[in-house]
């Protein structure tokens, strides 16, 4: 059984690194093809794709917001960690994690919980 | 402005079929990339419910079913129940600029 689970601040200030880990079990980010992706969705709106991680170190990110998105893994301890910088309140959201299946034009699942993250002073 | 156009409501009676749609263009959809489809509850993570456009992932019942014809892609539900109500997004890559995966705005469902 695959699950994962997001983790790091609830509330961080404007202008503010935001750090997040997604911990996961039940496959591994070393096996080849495997992937895990992060993914946004402000309150009442639409989801967003942030970035994404291969079992090989190979990292895709959204264009609009790859100068300010930085992602890594950790194998060893199944994780994979998210790093935003310079936070506005237009940040405000639920940050979920989830593996992606079959590629760069695939899908995600499943997907973890969720983490709401509050930007504000 | 999502890249995937999704209508923001539709809404249909218990036992009727509802479709969903969800229109791209040629840098995504049209070039013929895969379409996905989530289901998503209020305060509850997305679920997968289709992926590579017509395929149900296991435990989804057959009453969903997806569709892709030039750059558009479509979600139906047939035998419309009061539990499907909930949001529904559509996923694909959009090959502009660098390359990235791109949702529709969602679309709510109400079972009236």
């Known amino acids: 059984q695959i699950t994962l689970k997001e983790s790091g601040p609830t509330l961080v200030k404007p202008t503010q690194t935001l750090t997040l880990t997604c911990t996961f079990s039940g496959f591994s980010l070393s096996s080849s093809g495997v992937g895990v992706g992060w993914i946004r969705q402000p309150p009442g709106k639409a989801l967003e794709w942030l970035a994404l991680i291969y079992w090989d170190d190979d990292k895709k990110y959204s264009p609009s917001l790859k100068s300010r998105l930085t992602i890594t893994k950790d194998t060893s301890k199944n994780q994979v960690v998210l790093t935003m910088t310079n936070m506005d309140p237009v940040d405000t959201g639920t940050y979920y994690c989830?593996?992606?299946?079959?590629?760069?034009?695939?899908?995600?699942?499943?997907w973890g919980q969720g983490t709401l993250v509050t930007v504000s002073s | 402005q999502s890249v995937l156009t999704q209508p923001p409501s539709v809404s249909g009676a218990p036992g009727q079929r509802v479709t969903i749609s969800c229109t791209g263009s040629s840098s995504n959809i049209g070039a013929g990339y895969d379409v996905h489809w989530y289901q998503q509850f209020p305060g509850t993570a997305p679920k997968l419910l289709i992926y590579?456009?017509?395929n149900r992932p296991s435990g989804v019942p057959d009453r969903f079913s997806g569709s892709k014809s030039g750059t558009s892609a479509s979600l139906a539900i047939t035998g419309l129940q009061a539990e499907d109500e909930a949001d529904y997004y559509c996923q694909s890559y959009d090959s502009s600029v660098t390359g990235s995966k791109v949702f529709g705005g969602g679309t709510k469902l109400t079972v009236l």
């Open positions: 989830a593996p992606n299946r079959s590629g760069w034009f695939g899908w995600f699942d499943p």
């Open positions: 590579g456009n017509n």
